[in-house]
Protein backbone atom coordinates (compact mmCIF):
# COMPACT_ATOMS: atom_id res chain seq x y z
CA UNK A 1 0.00 0.00 0.00
CA UNK A 2 1.57 3.24 -0.76
CA UNK A 3 0.36 6.49 0.49
CA UNK A 4 0.49 9.87 -1.33
CA UNK A 5 0.20 12.88 1.29
CA UNK A 6 -1.42 16.23 0.42
CA UNK A 7 -1.06 19.51 2.17
CA UNK A 8 -2.71 22.26 1.12
CA UNK A 9 -1.72 26.37 2.11
CA UNK A 10 -2.77 29.37 1.12
CA UNK A 11 -1.34 32.39 3.13
CA UNK A 12 2.49 33.41 3.82
CA UNK A 13 1.25 33.94 7.44
CA UNK A 14 0.92 30.47 8.40
CA UNK A 15 4.54 29.54 7.34
CA UNK A 16 6.15 28.23 10.66
CA UNK A 17 2.94 26.12 11.05
CA UNK A 18 3.72 24.62 6.96
CA UNK A 19 6.98 23.63 8.05
CA UNK A 20 6.00 22.03 10.89
CA UNK A 21 3.11 20.26 8.93
CA UNK A 22 6.25 19.18 6.61
CA UNK A 23 8.47 18.16 9.12
CA UNK A 24 6.06 15.66 10.99
CA UNK A 25 5.17 14.04 7.43
CA UNK A 26 8.89 13.34 7.39
CA UNK A 27 9.44 12.16 10.54
CA UNK A 28 6.48 9.05 10.06
CA UNK A 29 7.26 5.31 11.13
CA UNK A 30 6.08 4.25 7.53
CA UNK A 31 6.87 6.42 5.20
CA UNK A 32 4.55 8.25 2.83
CA UNK A 33 5.49 7.56 -1.62
CA UNK A 34 5.65 11.70 -1.73
CA UNK A 35 4.59 14.64 0.32
CA UNK A 36 2.56 17.19 -2.20
CA UNK A 37 2.43 20.28 -0.97
CA UNK A 38 -0.71 22.28 -3.17
CA UNK A 39 -0.40 26.66 -2.68
CA UNK A 40 -3.75 28.06 -3.59
CA UNK A 41 -2.91 31.01 -6.01
CA UNK A 42 -0.23 32.48 -4.34
CA UNK A 43 2.95 32.43 -6.34
CA UNK A 44 5.71 33.67 -3.82
CA UNK A 45 4.49 30.93 -1.35
CA UNK A 46 4.49 28.77 -4.10
CA UNK A 47 8.18 29.34 -5.04
CA UNK A 48 8.99 29.57 -1.13
CA UNK A 49 8.26 25.99 -0.98
CA UNK A 50 10.40 25.31 -3.53
CA UNK A 51 13.47 26.79 -2.14
CA UNK A 52 13.21 26.28 1.11
CA UNK A 53 11.07 22.84 1.83
CA UNK A 54 13.47 19.74 0.42
CA UNK A 55 11.72 16.39 -0.18
CA UNK A 56 8.31 18.18 -0.88
CA UNK A 57 6.52 18.41 -4.36
CA UNK A 58 5.37 21.95 -4.54
CA UNK A 59 2.70 22.25 -6.88
CA UNK A 60 -0.01 25.01 -7.56
CA UNK A 61 -3.89 25.36 -7.71
CA UNK A 62 -4.71 24.50 -11.19
CA UNK A 63 -8.49 25.39 -10.28
CA UNK A 64 -10.58 27.97 -9.24
CA UNK A 65 -9.30 29.47 -5.90
CA UNK A 66 -10.59 27.51 -2.73
CA UNK A 67 -9.68 24.16 -0.99
CA UNK A 68 -11.70 21.90 -2.91
CA UNK A 69 -9.74 23.16 -6.09
CA UNK A 70 -6.33 22.63 -4.18
CA UNK A 71 -6.80 19.06 -3.24
CA UNK A 72 -8.02 18.17 -6.78
CA UNK A 73 -4.87 19.45 -8.10
CA UNK A 74 -2.85 17.26 -5.29
CA UNK A 75 -4.97 14.26 -6.16
CA UNK A 76 -4.53 14.85 -9.87
CA UNK A 77 -0.77 14.66 -9.29
CA UNK A 78 -0.53 11.52 -6.59
CA UNK A 79 0.85 8.43 -7.67
CA UNK A 80 0.56 6.58 -4.13
CA UNK A 81 -2.53 4.50 -4.09
CA UNK A 82 -4.20 5.91 -0.95
CA UNK A 83 -4.34 9.84 -0.66
CA UNK A 84 -3.93 11.50 2.59
CA UNK A 85 -4.99 14.58 3.71
CA UNK A 86 -3.28 17.02 6.57
CA UNK A 87 -3.86 20.47 7.01
CA UNK A 88 -1.44 23.01 6.96
CA UNK A 89 -1.77 24.15 10.66
CA UNK A 90 -1.57 20.61 11.72
CA UNK A 91 1.21 18.38 13.29
CA UNK A 92 0.91 14.54 12.34
CA UNK A 93 1.79 11.88 15.15
CA UNK A 94 4.41 10.06 13.98
CA UNK A 95 2.38 6.60 13.61
CA UNK A 96 -0.10 8.49 11.88
CA UNK A 97 0.31 6.84 8.35
CA UNK A 98 1.57 3.81 9.66
CA UNK A 99 -1.80 3.66 11.92
CA UNK A 100 -4.32 4.96 8.93
CA UNK A 101 -2.97 2.04 6.57
CA UNK A 102 -4.22 -0.60 8.76
CA UNK A 103 -7.51 0.22 7.96
CA UNK A 104 -6.93 -0.36 4.49
CA UNK A 105 -5.96 -4.25 5.13
CA UNK A 106 -9.81 -4.59 4.68
CA UNK A 107 -10.32 -4.31 0.64
CA UNK A 108 -13.85 -2.96 1.85
CA UNK A 109 -12.41 -0.01 3.36
CA UNK A 110 -12.26 3.18 0.85
CA UNK A 111 -11.49 6.09 3.31
CA UNK A 112 -9.54 5.76 7.13
CA UNK A 113 -9.17 8.65 9.37
CA UNK A 114 -8.79 9.72 12.87
CA UNK A 115 -8.51 12.20 15.57
CA UNK A 116 -7.97 15.73 15.19
CA UNK A 117 -6.82 16.81 18.72
CA UNK A 118 -6.72 21.26 19.42
CA UNK A 119 -3.44 22.70 20.16
CA UNK A 120 -4.80 25.90 21.92
CA UNK A 121 -2.55 28.87 21.61
CA UNK A 122 -1.44 29.64 25.27
CA UNK A 123 -1.86 25.80 26.10
CA UNK A 124 -5.16 26.19 27.54
CA UNK A 125 -8.78 25.52 26.40
CA UNK A 126 -11.54 28.37 27.00
CA UNK A 127 -13.34 27.68 29.47
CA UNK A 128 -16.90 28.46 28.55
CA UNK A 129 -15.62 26.31 25.02
CA UNK A 130 -17.65 23.22 25.23
CA UNK A 131 -16.16 19.84 23.93
CA UNK A 132 -19.23 19.09 22.19
CA UNK A 133 -18.46 21.71 19.30
CA UNK A 134 -14.54 21.05 18.75
CA UNK A 135 -15.51 21.18 14.97
CA UNK A 136 -15.87 24.80 15.17
CA UNK A 137 -12.35 24.57 15.38
CA UNK A 138 -11.60 21.42 12.88
CA UNK A 139 -10.83 19.43 15.97
CA UNK A 140 -12.86 16.08 16.91
CA UNK A 141 -15.44 16.64 19.65
CA UNK A 142 -17.61 14.86 22.83
CA UNK A 143 -20.21 12.61 20.01
CA UNK A 144 -17.14 11.08 18.30
CA UNK A 145 -16.52 7.29 18.51
CA UNK A 146 -13.86 6.39 21.35
CA UNK A 147 -12.92 3.33 19.15
CA UNK A 148 -12.40 2.02 15.18
CA UNK A 149 -16.04 2.76 14.04
CA UNK A 150 -17.16 3.03 10.67
CA UNK A 151 -18.75 6.84 10.01
CA UNK A 152 -20.43 8.71 7.73
CA UNK A 153 -17.47 11.26 7.01
CA UNK A 154 -14.08 12.34 8.59
CA UNK A 155 -12.59 15.45 9.31
CA UNK A 156 -10.72 17.20 6.92
CA UNK A 157 -7.24 18.05 8.83
CA UNK A 158 -7.09 14.25 9.31
CA UNK A 159 -8.34 11.80 6.59
CA UNK A 160 -7.47 9.36 3.50
CA UNK A 161 -8.83 7.91 0.73
CA UNK A 162 -8.07 5.29 -2.03
CA UNK A 163 -7.44 7.28 -4.87
CA UNK A 164 -9.85 5.80 -7.30
CA UNK A 165 -12.46 6.34 -5.03
CA UNK A 166 -11.94 10.04 -5.38
CA UNK A 167 -11.05 9.77 -8.78
CA UNK A 168 -14.31 7.44 -9.71
CA UNK A 169 -16.48 10.08 -8.26
CA UNK A 170 -15.30 13.12 -9.77
CA UNK A 171 -12.66 14.40 -6.99
CA UNK A 172 -14.26 17.62 -4.09
CA UNK A 173 -16.95 19.15 -5.39
CA UNK A 174 -15.74 22.92 -6.17
CA UNK A 175 -17.99 25.72 -4.78
CA UNK A 176 -17.90 23.88 -1.60
CA UNK A 177 -15.07 24.01 1.45
CA UNK A 178 -13.16 27.37 2.59
CA UNK A 179 -11.51 29.37 -0.16
CA UNK A 180 -8.98 32.06 2.39
CA UNK A 181 -10.82 32.58 5.54
CA UNK A 182 -14.24 32.32 4.52
CA UNK A 183 -15.39 29.42 6.68
CA UNK A 184 -17.79 27.37 4.67
CA UNK A 185 -17.17 23.79 4.60
CA UNK A 186 -18.41 20.21 4.02
CA UNK A 187 -16.94 19.55 1.09
CA UNK A 188 -14.92 16.55 2.74
CA UNK A 189 -18.66 15.17 3.95
CA UNK A 190 -19.93 15.67 0.58
CA UNK A 191 -17.49 13.32 -1.30
CA UNK A 192 -17.61 11.17 1.54
CA UNK A 193 -21.61 10.63 0.90
CA UNK A 194 -20.67 10.54 -3.21
CA UNK A 195 -17.94 7.92 -2.47
CA UNK A 196 -20.40 5.61 -0.24
CA UNK A 197 -22.82 5.99 -2.31
CA UNK A 198 -21.01 5.36 -5.41
CA UNK A 199 -19.59 1.89 -3.35
CA UNK A 200 -22.30 0.63 -1.63
CA UNK A 201 -20.25 -2.61 -0.09
CA UNK A 202 -16.75 -0.05 1.33
CA UNK A 203 -16.75 1.62 4.40
CA UNK A 204 -14.78 5.02 5.66
CA UNK A 205 -12.68 4.03 9.08
CA UNK A 206 -12.60 6.78 12.12
CA UNK A 207 -9.28 5.77 14.30
CA UNK A 208 -9.11 7.74 17.11
CA UNK A 209 -4.99 6.57 17.60
CA UNK A 210 -4.33 7.78 14.36
CA UNK A 211 -3.81 11.11 15.59
CA UNK A 212 -2.90 14.92 14.64
CA UNK A 213 -2.87 18.18 16.30
CA UNK A 214 -4.78 21.22 15.54
CA UNK A 215 -3.30 24.62 16.09
CA UNK A 216 -6.01 27.09 17.13
CA UNK A 217 -4.75 30.51 17.49
CA UNK A 218 -6.82 33.17 19.77
CA UNK A 219 -8.66 34.29 16.67
CA UNK A 220 -10.54 31.43 16.63
CA UNK A 221 -10.88 31.16 20.55
CA UNK A 222 -13.40 34.22 20.60
CA UNK A 223 -17.16 34.03 20.86
CA UNK A 224 -17.83 35.94 17.83
CA UNK A 225 -16.30 33.56 15.78
CA UNK A 226 -17.77 30.56 17.76
CA UNK A 227 -20.90 32.02 16.70
CA UNK A 228 -20.10 33.02 13.08
CA UNK A 229 -18.68 29.61 12.40
CA UNK A 230 -21.78 27.85 13.79
CA UNK A 231 -23.96 29.93 11.09
CA UNK A 232 -21.51 29.10 8.37
CA UNK A 233 -21.98 25.32 9.55
CA UNK A 234 -25.67 25.55 9.06
CA UNK A 235 -25.13 27.26 5.42
CA UNK A 236 -22.74 24.41 4.83
CA UNK A 237 -24.85 21.84 5.56
CA UNK A 238 -28.19 23.32 3.83
CA UNK A 239 -26.07 23.09 0.69
CA UNK A 240 -24.55 19.19 1.10
CA UNK A 241 -28.05 18.74 1.80
CA UNK A 242 -29.49 20.38 -1.70
CA UNK A 243 -26.50 17.91 -3.61
CA UNK A 244 -27.16 14.73 -1.45
CA UNK A 245 -30.82 15.34 0.13
CA UNK A 246 -31.51 15.58 4.12
CA UNK A 247 -31.60 11.24 4.89
CA UNK A 248 -27.28 11.42 3.58
CA UNK A 249 -26.42 15.17 4.84
CA UNK A 250 -28.27 14.98 7.82
CA UNK A 251 -27.85 11.39 8.88
CA UNK A 252 -25.40 11.68 11.71
CA UNK A 253 -26.43 15.24 13.03
CA UNK A 254 -29.66 13.53 14.45
CA UNK A 255 -28.25 11.72 16.62
CA UNK A 256 -25.52 14.45 17.80
CA UNK A 257 -28.66 16.81 18.15
CA UNK A 258 -31.09 14.43 20.47
CA UNK A 259 -28.04 12.92 22.55
CA UNK A 260 -24.75 14.82 22.47
CA UNK A 261 -25.75 18.24 22.70
CA UNK A 262 -28.81 17.93 25.70
CA UNK A 263 -25.93 15.68 27.84
CA UNK A 264 -23.93 18.70 27.25
CA UNK A 265 -26.34 21.11 28.53
CA UNK A 266 -26.82 19.02 31.40
CA UNK A 267 -23.63 18.50 32.46
CA UNK A 268 -22.95 22.15 31.76
CA UNK A 269 -25.42 23.12 34.58
CA UNK A 270 -24.18 20.53 36.89
CA UNK A 271 -20.78 21.77 36.83
CA UNK A 272 -21.81 25.20 37.21
CA UNK A 273 -24.04 24.34 40.03
CA UNK A 274 -20.89 22.72 41.80
CA UNK A 275 -18.76 26.03 41.94
CA UNK A 276 -17.40 25.83 37.89
CA UNK A 277 -18.67 29.01 36.05
CA UNK A 278 -17.30 27.87 33.60
CA UNK A 279 -19.99 25.46 33.05
CA UNK A 280 -22.28 27.74 32.99
CA UNK A 281 -20.56 28.97 29.95
CA UNK A 282 -20.30 25.39 27.93
CA UNK A 283 -24.00 25.23 28.69
CA UNK A 284 -24.93 28.50 27.34
CA UNK A 285 -22.42 28.04 24.38
CA UNK A 286 -24.21 24.98 22.95
CA UNK A 287 -27.45 26.77 22.78
CA UNK A 288 -26.44 29.45 21.40
CA UNK A 289 -24.34 27.56 19.29
CA UNK A 290 -27.21 25.04 18.39
CA UNK A 291 -29.23 28.30 17.65
CA UNK A 292 -26.71 29.86 14.79
CA UNK A 293 -25.88 26.66 13.06
CA UNK A 294 -29.70 26.40 12.36
CA UNK A 295 -30.59 29.97 11.66
CA UNK A 296 -27.72 29.46 8.82
CA UNK A 297 -29.43 25.72 7.55
CA UNK A 298 -32.58 27.08 7.70
CA UNK A 299 -31.32 30.76 5.90
CA UNK A 300 -29.42 28.48 3.27
CA UNK A 301 -32.63 26.29 2.46
CA UNK A 302 -34.76 29.43 2.06
CA UNK A 303 -32.63 31.89 0.61
CA UNK A 304 -30.06 29.79 -1.64
CA UNK A 305 -28.60 32.85 -2.59
CA UNK A 306 -26.44 32.83 0.98
CA UNK A 307 -24.55 29.76 0.02
CA UNK A 308 -22.59 31.49 -2.83
Not at 234 to 250: C, D, E, N, P, Y
Amino acid sequence: MTFSVIVCAYSMERWSDLVAAASSLQRQTRGSTEIIIVIDHNDALLARVRAELPGVTALANRYSRGLSGARNSGVEAATGEVVAFLDDDAIAAGDWLERLARGYSNEQVTGSGGAVIPLWEGGRQPRWFPSEFLWVVGCSYTGQPMRITPVRNLIGANMSYRRTAIVTVGGFREGLGRIGRRPLGCEETELSIRIMNRFSEGQVLYDPDACVQHRVPRIRMRPAYFIERCYAEGLSKALVTRLVGASSGLSSERSYTLKVLPRGVIAGLRSGLRGDLGGFGRAAAIVVGFAATTIGYVVGKVHPSALT
